[in-house]
């Protein structure tokens, strides 16, 4: 099984079948706050629907196609960050994620983001790596700025949730930027 360690708090695991219930948990306890910003929340109504999603994603993982994984923080489930896809002809990807409300204010995410970048421009050699967020999701959009991805552009109506578009900012970071930052050149 494939896991990846943070640092000292923080793990990274692709998720099993058994962890189902884990996840389906989380998100139930979280519902009202993060179908805000994810538009498959109300799609999740049981646990057994993580079984075909949890297929999907270790099928994707196998594919070498993207990774979706739990993030374990000091041993518990608190959310999932991941890979959407792998572009390997244009050497891009890009990098989603959510977290139970009450693990905000710890800098998890930012700290797994920051894994995934490394992890992509370090190991899988990838030149570009995109996150989009939502233009008043102010929370999910510190996260790239905090790790100085640069603002893009902004696609409208780039996003639909449920009833309503909201347009969707566009950050990136670029291997040579990667490594320039982390004194790598
Ligand atoms: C987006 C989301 C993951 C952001 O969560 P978050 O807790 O704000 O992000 P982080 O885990 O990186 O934590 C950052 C916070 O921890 C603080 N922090 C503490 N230690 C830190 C550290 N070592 N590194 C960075 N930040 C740290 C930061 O100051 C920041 O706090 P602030 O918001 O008061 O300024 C969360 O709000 C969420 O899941 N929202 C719903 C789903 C969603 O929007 N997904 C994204 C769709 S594009």
Redesign the pocket.
């Known amino acids: 099984m494939f896991y990846m360690t943070v640092d000292d708090e923080i793990k990274l695991k692709l998720l099993e079948k058994r962890d189902a219930e884990d996840v389906y948990s989380i998100l139930d306890k979280n519902r009202d706050?993060?179908r805000?910003?994810?538009p498959w929340v109300d799609g999740m109504k049981s646990k057994e629907d993580y079984h075909p999603v949890i297929e999907m994603w270790l099928k994707q993982f196998a594919a070498n196609d993207g990774f979706q994984v739990g993030i374990y923080y000091k041993e518990k489930f608190v959310?999932m960050v991941g890979f959407h896809e792998f572009n390997w002809g244009h050497k891009q990807t890009t990098i989603?994620?959510?977290?139970d409300g009450a693990?905000?204010?710890?800098?998890?995410?930012?700290?797994c983001v920051n894994a995934l970048l490394k992890y992509a421009f370090e190991e899988l050699k990838l030149n570009r790596v995109e996150?989009?967020?939502?233009e008043k999701?102010f929370?999910?959009r510190?996260?790239p700025e905090?790790l100085e991805m640069k603002h893009e552009g902004t696609i409208r109506d780039g996003e639909f949730l449920y009833d309503h578009f909201i347009n969707s900012y566009v950050y990136s970071m670029l291997a040579k930027e990667w490594f320039e930052k982390n004194n790598k050149c």
């Open positions: 706050y993060l805000e910003w994810l959310g989603g994620y959510w977290l693990s905000q204010g710890k800098g998890i995410m930012t700290r996150i989009r967020c939502g999701n929370k999910s510190a996260i905090r």
